[in-house]
């Protein structure tokens, strides 16, 4: 594409101006030189004008539009000379002109044209009329002047074009003018046709003969629109089935969030590949229709396996694998007029054979699949993955290189590398460029040399819908796993859920959740659904012993192995019947959690999607898991006082409430006691907080040690306590309190040499004589403890003046 230069203005100015120039000229001429058949010539330079503005033929598929004025023009010229052919042109490059103008937008061919149209006859009738082509000749005249005319026009008006849009001049001409020769010769036969008979009858003859040439024109322009029409409509129904294609792997390309565009940018790829091995057009069609196709498989893949950001587990790889031979059972019915469905079967098997499905070697692979492979893979590599950007092209074909002889035909491959960069010069125009997310090749590469070809059953043809239903029951009922699995924090419903929504994608006899006991390193039965369970419960596995210690010591998966070492210790002859086994870890943030156990019967196989789904199940079991865990650790910490231990007043609270509807109901007496410690703050202040903190450690130890194990102990603040005693008597509960202040009298701590205690005041209420409501319970029972204080306050005082007397 040319820039628009000074230079190139001046031409475009050069031509208007000579046309303009030109047309002047001859119209003072004309004037001067006036002859009596004026008349004559300007009802033919009236026709002309009049059917300027429209299109002899338009025929869109061939981008031609014939002028009908250029006719008369070029019959004015001959008969008349050229100032009136001059004069006639310019007027109907005008019409035309404005014409153009309300469909193309382009003012300055309002200029352009009229002085094209000038120059051209100008200059052809002044050339050619010096020839001796007369009498008999004049059809060959007509004809010369009608192609000189059309070559200056179409050059001319170029010419011009050219300095005001910054393009060549052959790209302007081509586009313009190229397919236009068909004008040329229409034109010629009607002004063959009226300068004939003016020419050998008379003037008069015109009007004879111009409305059977125009009755003539109609009619076969009605079968050119009916033709041209019949041609759009077939268009149309080309294009109305190419979109449809394209809107089904657009479909299929939007599933698969990581692959975005990937199918339009492979099909650019292809077809420039496919040019520059000179293919021809039925197996270019075919590879059209193909890298449209190649994923469409892809329906029957989950879509977490499709957008996952990291590497495929072998049992992912195995599910993504079917996709092209899933993709080929769908379109075998399909009656394509070129061959399409081989390549998509074979677009990932490899030059040396370890590709897949059928392991095909060399020229055995379809060229056009070869040649898929070679583009898919190299817009997989070239775009952007939620781990790493898209490498550069450069990085890119070194990759392949490496590879080539291995997974690629060299000579293809070496092919690709000289159209690439034109290629890549093409995908920068579409509106899908490598700024997204691809498909996972490089990753499936990765994977096969980790696992190797996958190993696929054949596919009846009926399955592969069953696998397209399959792979969105199955996300949907991941989906709702997952739902249900944040719906909930309490560790005893995770395990249920987990089992009881395992039942819904698994077949199996038993499911057992072992949980992880660190501590004493014991896998322990928390949860158990099927068969059998009973003789499960409350089960435990050393770790490294069984299927299951195997695994939770390994972090590793086992698919179908014996069971019968997860049952020792067991003596029954029902799990002798168990001869199979699916068996995964519950990691989560490096800890195994415990172990999800599956056990089956002889009837019962695992399936490859089985354990797929087990790996993910377990994923999302593990992190269910550890959220239950935390959330008890956290409950747990926020109810504990973190000096003694004791439950905090937060739990007491929480505890309280619930024990007095309880007590409500059922009629039984709860007890609540107020404990304060004497001397307490004399402990603090002489020897410091460290040294008080030990002493209330202590003493919750001892006032704990006194009550039973349903009743509770709680610091209630500071150096206070209080204890709730469940279905005591006032006998019992006055044996309770003596037990408390005797134990914490007795109770010694020698600090810096000396022995220090300290005493406890109780104050007691008893529901429901004392109050129904916790708050009319603690005043009563803070009340009588302040009085119990009071009392062992007098008994000191009474105890020194003794002592003092003596």
């Not at 001319?156 to 397919?179: H, N």
């Not at 304060?676 to 040294?691: E, I």
């Amino acid at each position: 594409m040319l820039k628009s230069t000074v230079k190139l203005k001046a031409i475009a100015i050069a031509v208007a101006a000579i046309g303009f120039a030109l047309w002047l000229y001859t119209g003072v001429r004309m004037l001067a030189t006036v002859q009596g058949n004026y008349r004559e010539w300007m009802l033919l330079a009236g026709a002309a004008l009049a059917v300027g503005p429209f299109d002899a033929i338009k025929l869109n598929y061939l981008k031609m539009r014939f002028r009908l004025g250029d006719a008369f023009v070029i019959i004015i010229a001959l008969l008349y000379g050229v100032p009136q052919a001059t004069l006639t042109a310019a007027l109907l490059g005008c019409i035309v002109a404005i014409r153009d103008q309300k469909e193309e937008n382009q003012p300055w061919n309002l200029v352009l044209a009229p002085a094209a149209s000038a120059s051209a006859i100008f200059i052809s009738v002044s050339v050619l009329s010096k020839l001796p082509l007369t009498g008999s000749y004049y059809m060959a005249m007509v004809g010369l002047v009608a192609m000189t005319y059309y070559l200056l026009f179409s050059g001319l008006l170029s010419l011009g074009i050219v300095g005001y849009s910054g393009r060549s001049f052959k790209a302007i001409w081509q586009e313009r003018w190229a397919q236009t020769f068909l004008s040329l010769f229409f034109t010629s036969l009607g002004a063959i046709a009226v300068y004939g008979a003016i020419k050998n009858v008379g003037f008069y003859a015109f009007v004879i003969i111009t409305p059977i040439l125009f009755v003539a024109y109609f009619t076969y322009k009605t079968y050119l629109d009916k033709v041209e029409a019949s041609n759009q409509h077939v268009t149309r129904l080309a294009e109305l089935y190419l979109s449809t294609i394209e809107s089904l792997t657009m479909a299929i390309d939007a599933k698969d969030q990581i692959t975005h565009g990937h199918v339009r940018r492979v099909q650019v790829y292809a077809i420039e590949l496919a040019v520059e091995l000179h293919l021809n057009e039925n197996e270019i069609e075919g590879l059209k229709a193909a890298a449209l196709l190649h994923d469409i498989g892809k329906l029957a893949i989950p879509e977490y396996i499709l957008n996952k950001p990291g590497r495929l587990t072998a049992a992912e790889f195995n599910k993504m694998s079917q996709h092209p031979t899933v993709a080929a059972e769908l379109l075998k019915n399909v009656e394509f007029p070129y061959p399409v469905v081989p390549l998509v079967l074979h677009h990932h098997e490899k030059w040396n054979g370890s590709g897949y499905p059928a392991g095909l070697k060399g020229d055995q692979i379809p060229l056009g699949a070869r040649i898929l492979s070679i583009v898919d893979c190299y817009d997989a590599l070239r775009s952007n993955r939620p781990y790493r950007h898209g490498f550069s092209m450069d990085k890119t074909l070194g990759i392949m290189a490496n590879e080539s002889g291995t997974s690629f035909d060299p000579d293809l491959l070496q092919r690709f590398f000289k159209i690439v960069k034109h290629a890549e010069d093409k995908i920068k125009l579409l509106d899908v460029p490598h700024e997204v997310a691809c498909e996972s090749d490089e990753l499936m590469l990765e994977t096969e040399v980790a696992y190797g070809r996958p190993t696929l059953a054949p596919t009846a043809q009926q399955s592969v819908y069953e696998d397209i239903a399959a792979a969105h029951k199955e996300v949907l009922s991941l989906y709702d796993m997952s739902q249900t699995f944040s719906s909930t924090l309490n560790l005893a419903e995770i395990l249920s859920l987990i089992a009881s929504k395992l039942s819904q994608l698994v077949k199996f006899s038993t499911c057992v959740v072992y949980l992880a006991d660190p501590d004493e390193g014991v896998l322990r039965a928390t949860h158990i659904i099927g068969e059998n369970n009973n003789l499960l419960a409350r089960h435990t596995i050393r770790f490294g012993d069984g299927i299951s210690g195997w695994v939770a010591s390994n972090r590793e998966p086992i698919a179908g192995a014996h069971p019968q070492g997860d049952f020792n210790g067991i003596h029954h002859e029902a799990l002798a019947s168990y001869t199979n086994s699916l068996v995964f870890p519950l990691v989560e943030e490096g800890e195994v959690l415990g172990v999800l156990s599956l056990y089956a019967t002889a009837d019962i196989c695992f399936a490859d999607d089985q354990v797929r789904l087990m790996e993910l199940v377990a994923r999302n079991a593990a992190s269910a898991l550890r959220n239950a865990r935390k959330f008890e650790e956290t409950q747990e910490s926020a109810l504990t006082d973190r000096l003694t231990g004791l439950p905090n007043s937060r739990y007491m609270y929480l505890f309280i409430e619930q024990e007095l509807n309880k007590a409500a109901v059922h009629g039984y007496p709860v007890t609540l006691l107020m404990l304060d410690l004497d001397g307490f703050k004399r402990v603090n202040d002489q020897y410091g907080h460290q040294t008080g903190d030990e002493m209330l450690r202590d003493i919750a130890k001892v006032l704990n040690g006194q009550i039973r194990r349903d009743d509770i102990l709680v610091r209630y603040a500071g150096d206070e306590f209080v204890a709730v005693l469940i279905g005591t008597t006032m006998e019992q509960t006055q044996d309770v309190i003596s037990r408390m202040q005797r134990a914490v009298e007795e109770h010694t701590m020698v600090i810096r040499g000396k022995a220090v205690s300290v005493g406890v005041s109780i104050g007691q209420a008893l529901f429901p004589d004392s109050g129904r409501t916790l708050e009319e319970l603690l005043m009563i029972a803070d009340a009588n403890m302040y009085r119990n204080k009071d009392e062992h306050r007098e008994r000191d005082i009474t105890l020194t003046q003794l002592r003092a007397s003596r």
